[in-house]
C-alpha cells in the first residue's frame, strides 16, 4: 500500500510540475478539459464519448513522455548534438501522430452527429 501512495504522489508530482513549467502541456490541459463536455454532446453513444475523451488523454500522456525525453536529454549535455536533437525530434514526432489520432476521432464523431458518415 505505501508503495501505491508514493507511486500516486509522484505521478501527481510529475503532473503539477508539468502543468507549471510547459506551455503546451497547458493548452493541452485546456483542451483535455473542453473535451469532456463536448465528447457528451458530440457522441452519440458511451464508446464515441470514450474514444473522443481517450484521444485527448492520448495527446497529453504522449507530451508527458516527450517533455520527460526532452529533461533528460537537456541534462544530459546543453551542447547541440545531433543525435540528441534527432532524440526530440521523435519525441515531437509521437506528439504530432497523436495529436493526429486525436483530430481524426473528432472529425469522424462530428461526421457521425452530423449524418455526414
Excluded at 53 to 58: C, N, Q
Excluded at 82 to 95: L, Y
Aim: no cysteine; net charge positive.
Amino acid at each position: 500500500m505505501n508503495r501505491l501512495i508514493r507511486a500516486t504522489v509522484n505521478s501527481w508530482n510529475g503532473l503539477v510540475v508539468a502543468a507549471r513549467t510547459e506551455a503546451a502541456f497547458r493548452q493541452e490541459l485546456i483542451a483535455f478539459a473542453i473535451s469532456i463536455p463536448l465528447a457528451f454532446l458530440i457522441g452519440t453513444d458511451a464508446a464515441t464519448r470514450f474514444v473522443l475523451i481517450a484521444s485527448v488523454l492520448l495527446v497529453l500522456i504522449t507530451e508527458l513522455i516527450n517533455t520527460a525525453i526532452e529533461k533528460l536529454a537537456d541534462r544530459v549535455t546543453e551542447a547541440i548534438d545531433p543525435r540528441i536533437g534527432r532524440v526530440k525530434d521523435m519525441g515531437s514526432a509521437a506528439v504530432g501522430l497523436s495529436l493526429i489520432i486525436a483530430g481524426f476521432a473528432w472529425v469522424w464523431a462530428v461526421g457521425v452527429r452530423l449524418g455526414w458518415f
